[in-house]
């Protein structure tokens, strides 16, 4: 399942992502994000993918990742943790973009708090996976792959 | 990504899938349902897994075939459809099984009409594919392989 | 106001119309769902229609049901019944068949209790009759007639 | 299908109705309002019906009409337009006549903007008609020659 | 209980008003509205007031006799009737005229339909009498002489 | 405007009323309840009214005065203060007395904050007066003693 | 309390309760759906009832089921499982008997997910009873044969 | 049906229980308060328990009568009445005991005023049977002394 | 800034403009309505804009003076005044015409009531300007002015 | 931080907190409501403060003992329990009163169930402190102690 | 229309607003944000303004913009986007300042999705302008221009 | 009240709080946040607590400082501001640190705008102080001193 010529995807985590691995483990696991980071690095490489791979807990930061995911970028993994629930702008950047987007939550949020059930990003991304934990961003590799290579390569 | 040993999955799919490829096919897709059934028992093969395949558009019936998966599969991969909105029993089939079940969705549901936001089963499956066509399926399979399969296999 | 040549049109009923005639007679009125089967295969004789008349309680084989319409018939005359309010199934069955499709009630569901306020199928449907009673048949094999013929007929 | 005696009916049109065939012809088509009397009354006249046709883009005005409705017709066909969504005045005056009343509109509502599902008139008239476009009117007006004539006439 | 000197007062009355006596007699009473009227201005020479009673079924004549009242009267007693639970026309009418405004109802709407309880005068007026029928314009109009008598009088 | 024989009327008043004259006088006026009492003691006997004029903050309290008045008033003026908004159980004490029951405010509460417009006992009353201050007490007194007389006496 | 002469009761049960005893037994308990009606055939035998004892998955199945135990049954005792928060179906099924319909729950639904708050049952039936486990069905039966025996029997 | 050796069970009803039989006996029935008492005390001995009846109008004397029951007996029967739909206080109360506690009505709340379908006890309280009138009060004490006893007993 | 050539401009105004000056002159300011029309005429002159002013209380007034700018008129400047907050036939009219409608506040609607947040204009209208006092009519004239403009002119 | 002379404050508790210590100690901790009143008195003291401690179930006492407070004390802390989400008397009171209320909760409202989010005192008290246990009665004796000292002193 | 003499004003933009050209041009136009900058300098100039123009992605920094155009300018331009319908934070900064502030929209957001309807702004702002793309900008300066002149000058 | 040994406390302001004292000072007092900075380490001196005291207006800024915070400190004092009512991210930071955090606000947000009304810490957080002003911080640093602190120490 190779994409036959390499291509740019950024995978880009919201607020407190940062921090996985340390909080509420039991929740998330005991995976670091410099883990999933290392991680990740392999799996693109396994599918011929350059991945830029990165994360910030503001709101107006990673609206402007989305932006260079968007100028340079063939598709985009977005785990936008909080902002999800809340960020108009972010849903702006994501739907200013012309490039696959795939949204990715570790847990699956709609188990969880009722505030967490309003998603600003759901009906303008592409694609979406969910409750898989660090296995999902394989998946979302794999996934967006498919997606950028043409059924014939 | 293989499973060592043979283990049972079941993908069940609810109302007007059989119809699939003929109903809204600009929105659906051209694939027939006969053909997602025929793509998943090679991608099981592949994998190593044993599959039961069924589609009903009965909520009762939907219900029994849960009931059935959680009798004797290691794992469902579930796209309820129209079910998954309105649905009590068959969110109560889901939470009766002890089993992982993956929700799947052909198509973004968000992105679509507002009562399709609604969704009964989403707190209650391990995890969600949504979006990504009839290779979510493959994606599903690969998914609920990793959970089944110790990590050291 | 004839068709010109032969076309089928389906009449389908949806839960507790088998009953119709006992339940609630003052609401509903005396007349039986055999009886009201027989009417209709009498005016659509009179408008060169071939009927198929059916009813069912199941939400499932009312889905079955309109996929065959939409398979073999020119036209859809369908009272769901309580499906009307609750079920998401039944409206993607309409939306998923190419035929006009006419939403019958023989009460005014309006004047009734809050919750048949919510009704799932009005806005896909093409036109809607309520509250004539038996009459109400009549009216829409002679709508659904008209929309069938070309206007120079 | 004769009503054996000359009875009056009254067919009232609310706001911008006679702008039709004007505005909106892809929603409302071509006819104008005045070839829609025109239609009517030839089609009363066959049903052996008196036709009062009138139409106002005043909500007391309407009022006062379906006052008037109330006082000499037998039967009313009110298409209240925009009014249906939001006069309790006109609720009001339809409910103060003991005459049947048949809603009519010529698309149906409810595939349109969510704030047309309100509707103030429903739950208080006779019985209603929408989506059959102009042949709309033909049906109201064979709908209420029945509920004026005995079964055995 | 005399004013001491003639002041004038309005009392008006809002759509379907001028039906009563013939309109829902149950729930209204059978006096009709000139008889109201002639009740009316019998009370108000007894109380040395000059009456101004009038109707009008159309929202844009009420907000034009508010007008007129705030410009020549002391007071003004107010049955808008349905324009009471719709109208922000007639709102900002009577927020306009800086003279006692009491809101009278025959009934009591409170007892009837839930879209009545929805009311855009109660906090704009003055003070409120509902469900004494004819006898509250008497009550009205002796509240409003005693508003306007100073105390010493 | 006599009644020709002396009845029995009740006036309550609910929770914080004792306070009356201290609590706020910008909105509720210097008149203290004691005040209020004798005014109203006064204005009963010029209408051969026999009066029982009481108060409470308890909500249990209030409705077994409810009781008493139903068993031996021939109506009931109440000024539910507080309860208005919140008691089931007062509204449940009006609900099962079978004499008239005024409700009677001294300011508007709709004019107040938004909670305020919740109102258990506005459909059970008979009759309501709001804002006129103590003279609502008199015009209550009116009001009930025309309804407790026939209208020949 | 015998009801002198021998009765047909139905009990009925709705979706997922023949998994009953496997299905979450912390919160439904060990007892098997085939030992409940083993239970109940006792209890009915004890009390001089004839008993029939069903259970579907199935809403249509369920209606018909409803309909059988009007034409022949003095009484029924419905478990409608799911189908008590979704159902308008069940719901007609039941207001078109004219026996007696005890809704029976073996937990308290309050007590769990919001979504069970919702009931489409709770206001047609005659009487309900929950919370009392397996222990209900005999309290039901018991109930309904007080209600079938006259108090002198 | 005995529970071996005598334990205490209370039965507490809330405002306007007291008036049972003289308000809105078409709802509630003719049998009074004392003669439930009577009943009950009568049940009671038959099935070995020591009764403790009473009542009051009071929200805070329930309140305080749940606590002496919390302390003193072995189960109880609360009929909160208005409470049930209002009150907190009441609710904290029966969190607050560690003794079961089943809910009670005569008639079945949901099939009345929407306000009586928010309820503040249903999801803390063990059981409820409602509809049954004063026969319930039967099926509950034996419910309870079900409860009670070892199944061995 | 000027057009070229002569074009139409209307000017409408909603119920209670007319008393502008007179009615709460410490939110709309001093100038009357008389004023305004006066100034918009000079405005339009230094434009090159042919003006028609007009104002109504009456929506179906309003509703034919909106079809009449459609049938003449280059644009139009709509100050619906309450109807913004009520009327769908005012909509529907704004709707029908195909010219530019800029819609006018004088104040800024929503920093007052809750009510005035509902606007059923704002969707259907091509831009607006709110706050800005008289000096909106002036801006309002500019903007409409540049639109109807070709840019090279 | 002494207050210089000797002010009154006292302490308000509403339903249920008598059975501190006992009640769901898990939340609300082992102390009783008798100690947490000796230490109190002690805490006063040390402030120089002479404290009125007390405790009610019923609303209307509660009603009662805040005007007592508003007669005679300097300051109010008041834990009014389960009235603080449903009772407008309550918060009737605080308003009537001129000293400034301490509104304090043992556990956080906030983090239990959803009702207890509704808090009709929060607005119209002049600060809060939840969350801290016992241990609040000192702070908020603090804070008032501040607030009523002049900051020279 | 020159204001006598140079005042500083500030035109902030909010999030993604940088991309304007490219974002959706069919929707916001091909205006790149350089060259909306370089407009409103040239216009700014000719009304004798100093203007100061910035943009943001982040919610903290336009914060901090407000702040500073608070301190310095005399008046502000601002188009918040996505920030306008979420953050309290924009909101209380707008609040702070004690300058005129104009609110402008490049497009017309109620025209849009229905989450754009909430506004956190406009009843904080001092007037507001929508819809007339960059030309709206110049309006702005224009209205903002005549709010700073003395109406003499 | 010492702590016994040097404990590290960190206190975080959010947006605009670095404006406190020249924003809204008749809300927010006359006191800057410098000034509350120095009062903050004089009374954390005393109690033998280092203080480290920060602001930001930006939400991921926030975010992180909350984790460092969740890193060193043994207790940490929020004044989130505005994104108290807006920010999933802020709250899912408090959510994530293992120390106790103490919710304050100078002025009582309840007792201002609505939207205030939604808060997403309050269920998060140890416990809260509200509306002391700058006093609450001493009481708030108190307060968590005693947490910190072995009662008998």
């Known amino acids: 399942m190779s994409t036959g010529k390499t291509q740019i995807v950024h995978i880009l985590g919201g607020p407190n992502l940062g921090r996985l691995g340390s909080r509420k483990p039991e929740i998330y696991g005991f995976t670091t994000w410099a883990e999933v980071s290392e991680l990740c690095q392999g799996w693109a490489a396994d599918l011929d993918l350059e991945l ?12 402007r990742m989305i932006h260079r995911a968007g100028d340079g970028a063939a598709g985009l993994i977005l785990n936008a943790a909080a902002y999800t629930h809340t960020s ?36 303008v991304v592409t694609a979406g996976i969910r409750g898989f934990g660090v296995q999902g961003y394989l998946m979302a590799l794999e996934g967006l792959a498919s997606m950028l290579t043409p059924a014939e390569d």
């Open 88 to 123: 108009v702008a972010v849903r702006d950047a994501v739907e200013a973009v012309s490039i696959p987007v795939i949204e990715l939550h570790l847990t699956n949020p709609d188990a969880r708090e009722p505030f967490r059930r309003q998603n600003l990003l759901a009906d």
């Open 52 to 63: 830029v791979f990165d994360q910030t807990d503001g709101e107006g930061e990673l609206v």
